[in-house]
């Protein structure tokens, strides 16, 4: 089993930055490579970005592509997700995923519970 908890989320203005933290406990979190995706209301749950395990290889939406950072620091069992420059239609909930192995392939083994961020023009 693996337990990841989300933080970081708010309310904040058009521009303006946040950064969310995903902490991991349970099985070795060097195991699986890693996602952030968000739900917004009345919307489906749609992948943000994802770092595989050993490249650290990066993909994006082209909706975070230029505008956040997701990385991984296995020491601390943490991925993080920068957001910069954020827009109104940023505003859901954020969701960390797991998936074992080297490479994110969309498919989800673990979820964390989520953190909202809330962005007002």
């Known amino acids: 089993q693996v337990q990841l908890v989300e933080s970081g989320g708010g309310s904040v203005q058009t521009g303006d930055s946040l950064k969310l933290s995903c902490v991991s406990s349970?099985?070795?979190?060097?195991?699986?490579?890693m996602g952030w995706f968000r739900q917004a209301p009345g919307k489906e749950r749609e992948l943000v970005a994802q770092?595989?395990?050993?490249?650290?290889?990066?993909r994006y939406s082209s909706a975070a592509e230029g505008r956040f950072t997701i990385s991984r620091d296995n020491a601390k069992s943490t991925v993080y997700l920068q957001m910069q420059s954020l827009k109104p239609e940023d505003t859901a909930v954020y969701y960390c995923?797991?998936?074992?192995?080297?490479?994110?392939?969309?498919?989800?083994?673990?979820w964390g519970k989520g953190t909202l961020v809330t962005v007002s023009s």
């Open positions: 995923a797991a998936r074992w192995g080297d490479v994110f392939d969309g498919r989800v083994d673990y």
């Open positions: 349970g099985r070795a979190f060097s195991n699986y490579a």
């Open positions: 770092i595989n395990l050993s490249s650290g290889r990066t």
